[in-house]
Structure formats: C-alpha cells, structure tokens
C-alpha cells in the first residue's frame, strides 16, 4: 500500500470512528488513536464483509463500509465485555 493509501485510510478511519462512536448508542469515552484504530479496523472488517457478500471490491477505504463495519465492532466489542463480567 502506497503512503497516500495508507494516510487515506487513516483519514477514513478517524471519521468513520467518530460516526460510528456518535451513532452506537453505548459507546464509551475513547481518545483520538483509540477512534482512528476503531475505524481503520472498522475499515477492514467492513471491507472482508463486503468481499464475503460480493458487494465491492473488498477493499478498505469507503466511509459507508467502514463505518458500519466500526459499529459492528463496537457491538462486538461491549457483546464480549457484558459476556465476560457475568
């Protein structure tokens, strides 16, 4: 991945995790790393979901995608904390 690639997809990454942190209606405090790593990961997992339906190419960089795939980490995320704590 060239360096624009890899400065797009933290651009990328760091709005889809604000979004996806002002849409989830749990979300905790996080720092600004925390948001762009929630997005970046956000970014990918949206991008493997999208291959495994045929929607796309499958690669990371769509705001759409990474954010639903950071609020689908999010869930995730508090799904195996709530399940840990009990």
């Given at each position: 991945m060239s360096l624009f690639g890899l400065l797009w997809l933290a651009i990328i990454g760091t709005l889809?995790?604000?979004f996806a942190k002002f849409l989830y209606p749990h979300h905790k405090s996080m720092n600004w790393p925390e948001t762009m790593l929630l997005g970046i990961g956000g970014s990918l997992f949206g991008g493997w979901i999208g291959r495994l339906l045929h929607i796309g190419d499958g690669s990371p960089g769509g705001l759409f995608t990474a954010t639903i795939?950071?609020?689908l980490?999010?869930?995730l995320?508090?799904?195996?904390?709530k399940g840990r704590r009990r």
């Open positions: 889809s995790g604000i795939g950071a609020l980490l999010l869930y995320y508090d799904r195996l904390l």
